[in-house]
């Protein structure tokens, strides 16, 4: 027996030696099995727990809100009362998907508002998505607390603080992402023969797409992955496979698009775009600026060294990976769901960009990417540490570490330092000092039965919940060439109000492309001043 045990031991040495001198590298391997795993564990629920409570705090005094949040707070609170999904002009929403507004419009029928529900829903979600990236990297990860640290870094990056806290899809978006991203790696790893994994998949992307129309390329990616993975088993499995998670991905989704073509349009009212190739590289380089070094960096030079260096680290790191796998690739393929994504998402958003007339590139759109990204980066950094070099390996931890460390510290230190500051009370439409305005006050004392139009109605909206409110004629459209509808439109739905109409007049602060009381004078409507405001004026209207 002692003997037997023996040679095993000899043999196993012998098939180490013998991969080493291939020049296989046992660190390139991820370690799955960690010295008291519930230690990481512990500490990624706390940082999540933590996340929960930050935006909760920073959120006291409401969330943000703008233009887009009051679109899917009034197609809530329609839901809810039964008017379908509607925004405050009382007219059908096709501009965005209902997920968002029916999820909250559920929260509505329990006596809880839109606006409670998005703050709890996104506190919930950045919880959800610290753990999920925690797993995301636990799977690939070769050192204990790197898990922990990519959930930590994505969480408290003051993109994510931003996002997380304004009413908006994205939270929600991003956690669905993260959860395609770790089912199809299972799909991946299982040649897709698990059809209920295949099933779980599709049903995933289809929900995304219910929360924003850039789901679909949960779908594409999602066909790729599942079609990869099955190919081995032949061309008949592959096709059943796809055919499953397509099913199950764009069944819903289709049906949703057939549905809003017979209200309008099935994506909504979507300009064509202005956009140009130097203003969009600069709105990614702003973008990844804030990512890097924060939004009060001192001067931009030194903000794009930083980024361009941190690049630099990370694209060597991720060099090192791919080049430590060469002698077994298959372990890289658990790890191409997550760059593939990026890069499909990415890809996406450029198209868009140049299709149609979309918000620009920022924290927003680019949030559902932030975590698998991170994830990718801190595996491009374990193997910038681990793999011989020159440079000793205890020189490369050194300075990896402090690197990191003060660029977490000071994500960490900015998101708090907003959270405590709650942005919502000082800026956007939740702010008090609008929501007491006297503007406000003198829209809220109109007679009933009127009708309302205003150059900002969602600000108007989000402060009254007075609907329908309808919006001025623009003299352009705002990221695009294309001509807005001209006054006629215009003039007809003053005429066939049924009662009494009033345009409430805010003033906004930059440049508009309002068409001013003065210029609705001089091109033949009647204004008659009704409230003098701080912030505007209300006017009586007449075509």
Known sequence: MHGNHRESRIGAFSRWRSRQSDGYDPTAQPRRQFRDPAAPILAAATVSLVSVLLVLYGTRQGSLVGPDSATYIAGARNLAAGRGYVGFDLRPTTLFPPGFSATLALARTTGIDPVTAARWLNALSLGALCMLTFVLAR???????????????VVSLPAIFRVFTAVWSEPVFCVLTVGVLLTLESVLTSHARNPVLVATAGLLASAGVFYRYAGVTLIVFGLIVVGAAALGDGARAAVRRVTLFFVAAASGPVLMLIWNSSRGSALGPRPSSAETIPSLLGDFMTTLRGWVVGYR????????????????????????????????PRSLRPLLPSGLFVAIYVGYLIASEFLTALDPVGDRLLSPIIAPVI???????????STPRAVPQPLRIGAIVVVASVWLATSILISVSRAHGSAPAQDGFAATWWTRSDLVGAVRQLPPGATLFSNNPSAIYLATSIQPIYNTP??????????????????????SSPGPAYLAWVLIVGDTWDVTPQQLQAAGFRLTPVKQAHFGTIYRIEP
Do not use: K, M, Q
């Open 139 to 153: 799977r690939h990860s070769r050192f204990r607390w790197s898990p922990v640290i990519a959930a930590a870094a």
């Open 297 to 328: 960096h001192g001067h931009e030079a030194v903000a794009d060294i930083a980024v361009i260096a941190a690049l630099a680290l990370v694209g060597f790191g991720a060099a090192t990976l791919i080049r430590t796998h060469t002698h077994e």
């Open 375 to 385: 994830v990718l980066a801190t595996l491009s950094l374990e193997s910038f540490v």
């Open 474 to 495: 623009t003299l352009a459209i705002s990221r695009s060439n294309d001509a807005p509808p001209g006054l006629a439109s215009f003039r007809s739905r003053v005429a």
